[in-house]
Structures are given as structure tokens and as C-alpha cells.
């Protein structure tokens, strides 16, 4: 079974700048999660995903981040206009249900941004 | 506001001995607790999880002890292997949509 893919690993940009990350889930599951793991800190939710929809955004910096998954499957997740204190591993992780009992987040590999 | 503490955020343990990562919660809607594994340039493993209904669950060299009334749980690796060496997350989520919170990780170095 193929695992969470993301790309880039690692991107580069200077303030000010746009940058877009790219997450394809495991097949068949219909949650997908956007984290942002700032150095020596956990994992911090930023949007969740059931489908189409959005359930948790809560945590999102509307004003600058913005994340769209078309047809329940692939998702992108894009920052506009990029500050120094975004430096961080974008991760994303796929689950297979969103409601009810917890089910296993898988994570992917995670995209490493700096800023500068 | 960090829902779930972490400690320590560092440990250092001689290969064979017992290390041991303490977490500790304010939410009592909480009742899915993870530990997840997370090794450089990668991202989190889940590594064992418990509900508050146990108090304790075993696979292999990894335990977690669970206290509800105390709100706490720990995890405790026995026989650390340098192969364990990483980083690991304590995490609590939620009944309906399984937003998880995570501890700040503690970095474990297991030494030969």
C-alpha cells in the first residue's frame, strides 16, 4: 500500500512569496489533516478535511494560508504572502474515517519550508 | 494553550534500560491517546495508542500506563534499542472528528 505523498521536500523562498505544497493521500481514505511542525514543537493542526469538506480550520491563518482538496482526493495547501515565522515541515496526513472512533493518521513525509 | 504536556523534552538512556516519556492532560472530553514515533527527515509513525477505559497496554517493548483520575499516561520502552532512538509524541484526541493534539515530543538517545 503506497503511503501519504507530498511534494516538495524542501522549498526555498523569500518573504513576501508564495509557495504551494501538494499532498496525495492513501487510497480510499476520506480524511485528510494539514500540520505545521515548527522546530523542537509538535505537530500543530492547521485544516482538516472529510471529504471535500472542511471540519477544523480553526487553527488556520486565514488571512495569508489557504488549502483546497478537489474531488475528495489530492490536496493542496498554499501560503500567500510568506513570513519568516512560517519557516517549518508542512506534513501531511490521510485517515480513513472522520467520525465516530479515531482511526490512524498516517503521515507523510513532510514539506520542509524556509523563509527568509 | 497546551492541552497536552510533555516531559522530558530530552532523554538520554544506556542501551537495555527503561525509558520513560510522561504526558499529562487538562480535557476530560479527551479519549484517544497516541504515541506517535517521529525519526529525522520523517513523519510521525503512530506507535501504540490507549482509551481511557485501560489502564494499561502492551505491544512488544512499549507500554502505556494510563492514570484517568490523575490524567496522565506515560509511555515506557523497555530494553531501548539505539534503534529507538527519535523523537516521540504524546497526542489526545477528541470524540468526532479525531482532531489530535500533540505533546511538545521528547528527543530519546538511546547509547551503546
Known amino acids: 500500500e503506497a503511503g501519504v505523498a507530498q511534494s516538495p521536500r524542501y522549498k526555498i523562498i523569500e518573504k513576501r512569496q508564495s509557495v504551494a505544497f501538494w499532498c496525495n493521500p492513501i487510497?480510499?481514505?476520506?480524511?485528510l489533516y494539514w500540520y505545521q511542525q515548527i522546530l523542537g514543537q509538535g505537530p500543530k493542526l492547521l485544516i482538516q478535511?472529510?471529504?471535500?469538506?472542511?471540519?477544523?480550520d480553526s487553527q488556520l491563518p486565514k488571512d495569508r494560508f489557504s488549502a483546497e482538496r478537489l474531488k475528495g482526493v489530492d490536496s493542496t495547501l498554499k501560503i500567500q504572502p510568506a513570513k519568516l515565522e512560517d519557516s517549518a515541515v508542512y506534513l501531511c496526513a490521510s485517515s480513513l474515517a472522520g467520525q465516530g472512533l479515531a482511526y490512524e493518521q498516517y503521515f507523510g513525509p513532510g514539506t520542509r519550508l524556509t523563509v527568509t | 494553550q497546551q492541552q497536552v504536556k510533555q516531559s522530558p523534552q530530552s532523554l538520554i538512556v544506556q542501551k537495555g534500560g527503561i525509558s520513560i516519556i510522561n504526558c499529562a492532560y487538562e480535557?476530560?472530553?479527551?479519549?484517544?491517546f497516541p504515541w506517535y514515533q517521529q525519526f529525522p527527515g520523517k513523519g510521525p509513525a503512530l506507535l501504540i495508542a490507549?482509551?481511557?477505559?485501560?489502564s494499561e497496554k502492551k505491544e512488544g517493548r512499549f507500554t502505556i500506563s494510563f492514570n484517568k483520575s490523575a490524567k496522565q499516561f506515560s509511555l515506557h520502552i523497555m530494553d531501548s534499542q539505539p534503534g529507538d532512538s527519535a523523537t516521540y509524541f504524546c497526542a489526545a484526541s477528541k470524540p468526532g472528528y479525531q482532531k489530535v493534539t500533540f505533546g511538545i515530543g521528547t528527543k530519546l538517545q538511546v547509547i551503546p
Open positions: 490507549i482509551r481511557p477505559d485501560v
Open positions: 487510497s480510499g481514505h476520506a480524511t
Open positions: 478535511f472529510q471529504n471535500n469538506g472542511v471540519v477544523d
Open positions: 480535557n476530560t472530553a479527551f479519549d484517544y
